[in-house]
C-alpha cells in the first residue's frame, strides 16, 4: 500500500490497494476514477471493502459522446480513457456486483465560462432529452456489491 498520512482521519494511497478493512464501507463513490486507473483493480478493490449490500456509484466518460470521439482522434486528453456501456456492465457483473442503475446523460459539449453555461443550461436539457441515451457525455452507474 502506498499510503501517505495527512492527517487524523485522511489517506492518500493507491485506490487499487487501499489500507481498510475487508467490508469496511457501506458506499463507495468513484467519479471521475476509472477513467485514470486500471479500472478491473479497482472494482475489485471496491468490491473487497464494500460490505454485502453495499453500493458503488461511478461515472465514467462514455466512448460514444462526440466530444471524447474528437478528442480521442486528435490525441486530446491521452490521459483519460473512454468506456462504453456494455464494457461497464460486463467489469461489474463479472466482479460481483449487481446493476441497479445504469444510464448515459449530459450534454457533450463543454463551455469554458460560468455565464455561458448558465445560458446553454436549456440547450443541454434538450439535447440530453433527444440524444442522452445514445451520445451523452457520461455513463452513470449505481451497483450493489452481490457475493461475499
Not at 475487508?22 to 471493502?49: C, M, Q, W
Not at 486530446?76 to 446523460?105: A, H, Q, W
Amino acid at each position: 500500500v502506498d499510503l501517505k498520512r495527512t492527517s487524523a482521519t485522511t489517506f492518500i494511497c493507491n485506490v487499487e490497494d487501499t489500507p481498510y478493512e475487508n467490508n469496511y464501507f457501506d458506499e463507495v463513490i468513484a467519479i471521475g476514477l476509472l477513467d485514470y486507473s486500471h479500472p478491473d483493480n479497482t472494482i475489485k478493490e471496491a468490491f473487497r471493502v464494500l460490505k454485502k449490500g453495499g453500493s458503488l456509484r461511478i461515472m465514467v466518460p462514455n466512448r460514444n459522446c462526440p466530444y471524447h470521439m474528437v478528442s480521442g482522434i486528435f490525441g486530446l486528453r491521452k490521459d483519460k480513457r473512454r468506456f462504453i456501456l456494455g464494457e461497464m456492465t460486463s467489469l461489474l457483473r463479472e466482479n460481483g456486483f449487481g446493476i441497479r442503475y445504469i444510464t448515459i446523460r449530459g450534454a457533450c459539449f463543454y463551455i469554458p465560462t460560468k455565464w455561458l453555461q448558465d445560458i446553454m443550461i436549456p440547450v443541454y436539457k434538450m439535447f440530453d432529452n433527444a440524444f442522452g441515451d445514445d451520445f451523452g457525455n457520461n455513463i452513470y452507474i449505481r451497483a450493489e456489491k452481490q457475493q461475499v
